[in-house]
């Protein structure tokens, strides 16, 4: 069992700036070591996915950017015992200057599609995000109250 349980829920967020490029970033560990992947990362038990999103693309980079919608889940499970849940949001910034997160990344930088196709290093995802755009994104509806007896403190629905 993992320091996270058996069930892991994660974000990926795709941000593109004016240009159309890609905020790509090259972490230092995982399976993904060195590789071009999306900003992404662990939700935490007290926050929502999209702000979970949010927050890991400007530790990660430095860049704010703003929702979009929701593009996809990517889900697998690890060796028949973990559950590997990664929410895949698509965001836009007109931010363009990164501040990589020393800690976890060697690099992050905005790529236009071309680039990323052709560098061996993008990973399987982003190849497939490019060869296969999403076509109709899921917006995130915030103000809801479903009233005091379930005791949330943020709710969202993503439709």
Do not use: C
């Amino acid at each position: 069992m993992s320091k996270r349980g058996n069930v892991w829920i994660a974000v990926g967020g795709l941000v593109k700036d004016e240009k159309g490029r890609w905020l790509v970033v090259k972490k230092k560990y995982s399976g993904l070591k060195d590789m071009w992947s999306l900003p992404a990362g662990f939700v935490k038990e007290t926050e929502t996915v999209d702000q979970a999103i949010l927050r890991e693309i400007k530790e990660e980079t430095g860049i704010e950017a703003k929702m979009i919608g929701l593009m996809g889940v990517r889900t697998g499970v690890i060796k028949g015992e973990i559950s590997d849940n990664m929410l895949l949001f698509l965001l836009e910034t007109d931010q363009i200057v990164v501040t990589i997160q020393e800690k976890e990344l060697s690099e992050a930088k905005f790529m236009t599609e071309q680039e990323l196709l052709q560098d061996n290093s993008s990973s399987l995802l982003i190849r497939y995000l490019i060869e296969n755009p999403p076509m109709n994104k899921m917006e995130i509806i915030k103000g809801l109250d479903p009233g005091d007896h379930f005791n949330y403190t943020t709710y969202h629905l993503i439709k």
